[in-house]
């Protein structure tokens, strides 16, 4: 079975004036049921204000809790923050931290929603309102849970919000594999960026992430991975600049598990960024993504390092 955790507070009606395609999380939910009993459900509880704030400005949480973040910041988030918007940013932190927790359990785990890897400590950004990937890392360190963490981010767009979020950390590292010239305008430093030409197809792209990944797992020696696996590099994708087909998409998934059992290291999925007008087909990615890597870890014993 795979682990699965989700919350109805994930799958909310867009706010007025929003571009983001709000539906994504309800279909990824129902193509999912539809794999019946292969799916084990988990449902997260609420997360204590203070793990929010431990990563994220006080003053800042508290714009975003009381639905009251200036209109300068909605703008760089993308849609408004509404009260049934703010509490779906603070239940997918959460959900992150949860299926973190089954991975180191039972090897692999995937939260329906979070990769909110654009979010900085005062301010969201990029679709993203919290930064779901750097307040689990930072709680998970500091109770104790694991001793390092590994961000995997092979979204389209770099993780600049979690490298900055989490840089100069000890126990947290962060890779990015993104197209160089993609939004962020400005980009943060990850411990290992690998910005890539535009364009690129499968074969170069899987040659660079195997070439780059494969050592930094192998030198960092991670307990837990919390993998980004957004579906935009693929080559339909409407902000993507890459080139990759399903089945490089596939090929990535099964590259990124393969190098993570080989090393007994657990790994949690998000479903990161796939933006377009045909929201089961980019729901259909997710899943997709969701069961490649389930099927990698499936039958795997569990090496839980810490």
Partial sequence: MIAIVHHPDYVTEAPAR??????KNGAIRDLLRAEGERIAWHVPDPMPR???EATHDPEY???VLSAQVPAIKERRIGFPVTPVVAR??????VGTYLAALLALEHGFAANTAGGSHHALSDTGAGYCVFNDLAIAAHRLVEEGTTARVLIVDVDVHQGDGTAALTAGHPQIATYSIHAEKNFPARKARSTLDVPLADAIGDDPYLAVLEQTLAPMIA???PTLILYQGGVDPFAGDRLGRLALSEEGLVRRDRLVAGLAMAHGVPLACTVGGGYGDDVMAIAAR?????????????GTPTRHRS
Wanted: glycine share 6%; net charge negative; charged share 20%.
């Fill in 18 to 23: 929003s571009t983001y395609r709000w539906g």
């Fill in 50 to 52: 203070v793990w929010l």
């Fill in 61 to 63: 949480v508290d714009q």
């Fill in 88 to 93: 779906r940013a603070e239940m997918v932190p």
């Fill in 219 to 221: 030198e960092w020696q």
């Fill in 286 to 298: 997710h899943v997709r993504v969701i069961s490649t890597l389930g099927e990698a870890f499936a």
